[in-house]
T-cell receptor, first 112, second 111 residues
Framework: QQQVKQSPQSLIVQKGGISIINCAYE??????FPWYQQFPGKGPALLIA???DVSEKKEGRFTISFNKSAKQFSLHIMDSQPGDSATYFC???????????WGAGTKLIIKP | DTAVSQTPKYLVTQMGNDKSIKCEQN?????MYWYKQDSKKFLKIMFS???????INETVPNRFSPKSPDKAHLNLHINSLELGDSAVYFC??????????FGPGTRLLVL
């Protein structure tokens, strides 16, 4: 019930295409769903986050879509660029203790 | 100014040795974390401290011991290092919001 399942494990997308990474969770008490981006040799950094009271959040080329009934959320990267090549992690947390439950990560490669 | 810093950046050592990794944050956050990232990039929470008090202690060998001298520092001491301890160790911090700010990582290689 504490797991967050992330797919795919790796993804190759052509420059200008749409990258889509999916996550699913079981625990309906989760109320915060962030996406982190990690470049090689660096620590993860928050990219975008959503709460279950909205179904979509957009920041620039990055969009989170949230489906509460299906217990799924996804990251869409529009007009993907080589600079977006990184590992992406979804996560979830509940309540006030802010412990994040992490997905396994997706290695995204954008081909020029 | 670096928000979350870790030292050393690289650590190469022999099996059986004891080593420490230091972490400092200048963000004024109350909560700090240690994560282990293995070769498959999986992030595993190890410990979390809030105002110098241990609040998360996941199942890790007791060879790992965190210590928080003040709320800006969280160090990780590892006794009797094993081959399987080779990984990247990340320190992170957060305030009341859920956003965690990560350090650059310490790459530990046990030979």
């Amino acid at each position: 019930q504490q797991q967050v399942k992330q797919s795919p494990q790796s993804l190759i997308v052509q420059k200008g295409g749409i990258s889509i990474i999916n996550c699913a969770y079981e625990n309906t008490a989760f109320d915060y769903f962030p996406w982190y981006q990690q470049f090689p040799g660096k620590g993860p950094a928050l990219l975008i986050a959503i709460r279950p009271d909205v179904s979509e959040k957009k920041e620039g080329r990055f969009t989170i879509s949230f489906n509460k009934s299906a217990k799924q959320f996804s990251l869409h990267i529009m007009d993907s660029q080589p600079g977006d090549s990184a590992t992406y992690f979804c996560a979830a947390s509940k309540g006030s203790n802010y412990q994040l439950i992490w997905g396994a990560g997706t290695k995204l490669i954008i081909k020029p | 100014d670096t928000a979350v810093s870790q030292t050393p950046k690289y650590l190469v050592t022999q099996m059986g040795n004891d080593k420490s990794i230091k972490c400092e944050q200048n963000l004024g956050h109350d909560t700090m974390y240690w994560y282990k990232q293995d070769s498959k990039k999986f992030l595993k929470i190890m410990f979390s401290y809030n105002n110098k008090e241990l609040i998360i202690n996941e199942t890790v060998p007791n060879r790992f011991s965190p210590k928080s001298p003040d709320k800006a520092h969280l160090n990780l001491h590892i006794n009797s290092l094993e081959l399987g301890d080779s990984a990247v160790y990340f320190c992170a911090s957060s305030e009341y919001s859920e956003t965690q700010y990560f350090g650059p990582g310490t790459r530990l290689l046990v030979l």
